[in-house]
């Protein structure tokens, strides 16, 4: 479909870096409405094994390739796509052999946190438009690097916050900045969980079925570990960004959409890891601040290991605003005057399960229709990079402050920490040798 350069020779599918081959997005041609958008989805284990389901349903696309460093989630990919309807996809261990077929149009991430930024860049510069899993990056300075790169390429970028594309919750976030609660000041963001203890680190072999120096990549290398493969690399530093990132970003993005703000000016952050004594590295419980120009504020509550829930929710945010406040989550939104009194309520067509860290229903559907049909007929994105990033780098600033056991003080126009050292040395992070991604 699309006459692209070649990104990657086939003898360089054994080089790690990022910056192999001449771009490709020079050569971009411009899709007709209708035509068939030709993905291929990398990270097939869990989400991304959904996320194939529904890419393979979508109107106008076909799945044409699965890439995993795990035979085994090659073939959950390539069923669940055969399931929907597809036909079977080709199957890749190394993603970057599909960057080098010109019948593919897009990419779908659905990597651990710290492939997500390295392989959009590589993607892009491969040609590709990308659909990347939140959060779009391991730390602010891949997020940077990512805006910068999609705008040099002028290719989409999706991220997967599918919230951005719920018909109430676009509806009621109108309303808000039209006046529906006043003057809307404050979001509070939280989830609730139950989850378990993870042992220990495991030193073992390396399974026949995974490629364990792929699934590194850009992360400094080392022996393999049992327990990181293929969940629990979420709550270390090395590979994930904890719950604040994992779950977080959804929440706290609906706050910052509907509160209408950039970057913050302060964060604070306090929690630690009380549930269980184990080798998880990040916080089961933490309670985030961020403050914002205009006298603007976001909480975060986030327990990974309690799941009382909040207003009767797992998951959700609640706007709050000198008429009245707003319940928002995934099924709708209820508004309440000042005393709480309910005034109404509204629910999307479909029930979404607010409580399944897998994803599901029609949200997904409509966040993918949006972005084929911007890729097919440059419909505007609905969570566009640009816009994106900034609630992805908040949460990484509550990390940081956390990690920092620091107030940041932040550049407003960048998110970046002024006069912090400490925080500043956690702004980007080490890559393995010949794997640091450029612009």
């Not at 590194?216 to 290398?221: D, T």
Request: aromatic fraction near 8%; hydrophobic fraction near 35%; include cysteine.
């Amino acid at each position: 479909m699309s006459n692209r350069r070649n990104f990657l020779k086939k003898t360089a599918l054994t080089t790690a870096g990022l910056g192999l081959g001449l771009p490709a997005y020079s050569q971009q041609h411009i899709m007709g409405a209708n035509d068939r958008v030709n993905v291929a989805v990398f990270g097939t284990n869990s989400r991304g094994e959904y996320l194939a389901g529904t890419f393979a349903s979508a109107d106008d696309c076909r799945v044409r390739g699965i890439g995993d460093v795990d035979t085994r989630a090659i073939a959950k990919g390539q069923e669940r796509v055969v399931q929907k309807g597809g036909k079977k996809p080709k199957g890749e261990q190394d993603f970057r052999r599909f960057l080098d077929d010109k019948k593919i149009d897009a990419v779908v991430i659905a990597t651990p946190d710290h492939w997500h930024a390295p392989m959009a860049m590589m993607a892009l510069d491969a040609g590709k438009h990308v659909y990347v899993e939140k959060p779009c990056s391991h730390n602010p300075a891949e997020g940077e690097m990512l805006v910068a790169k999609q705008a040099k390429t002028g290719l989409k970028v999706q991220m997967g916050n599918q919230t951005r594309s719920s018909v109430t919750l676009n509806k009621i976030v109108r309303e808000i900045h039209d006046g529906v609660i006043g003057d809307a000041y404050a979001g509070k963001a939280w989830y609730a969980a139950r989850r378990g203890p993870i042992g220990e680190h495991e030193p073992a072999p390396v399974p026949e079925w995974l490629d364990w120096e792929l699934w590194q990549g850009p992360a400094p290398h080392q022996d393999f570990d049992a327990l990181l493969v293929h969940y629990n690399w979420h709550w270390f530093w090395k590979y994930g960004t904890g719950e604040l990132l994992n779950n977080g970003t959804h929440e706290v993005d609906m706050c910052r959409w509907a509160l209408d703000v950039g970057f913050p000016e302060q964060v604070t952050s306090s929690g630690g890891r009380y549930a269980f004594d184990d080798a998880w590295e990040a916080y089961d419980t933490q309670l985030a601040s961020f403050n914002f120009p205009g006298d603007k504020h976001i909480h975060w509550d986030g327990r990974s290991c309690n799941s009382m829930p909040l207003w009767e929710r797992g998951r959700g945010s609640m706007i709050y605003g000198t008429k009245g406040s707003v319940l928002m989550d995934r099924d709708g939104f209820i508004v309440y005057d000042l005393s709480g009194k309910e005034l109404r309520k509204e629910q999307e067509t479909e029930a979404s399960v607010s409580m399944d860290t897998t994803g599901g229903g029609n949200l997904d559907e409509l966040h993918i229709g949006n972005f084929i049909r911007s890729v097919n007929a440059d419909e505007a994105l609905n969570s566009d990079i640009a816009d994106a990033n900034p609630s992805v780098t908040i949460c990484h600033l509550g990390n940081m402050a956390q990690r920092t056991n620091s107030v940041i003080t932040c550049d407003p126009a960048t998110g970046r920490p002024i006069d912090n050292p400490a925080a500043m040395a956690l702004w980007q992070r080490e890559y393995e040798q010949g794997w640091a991604p450029t612009v």
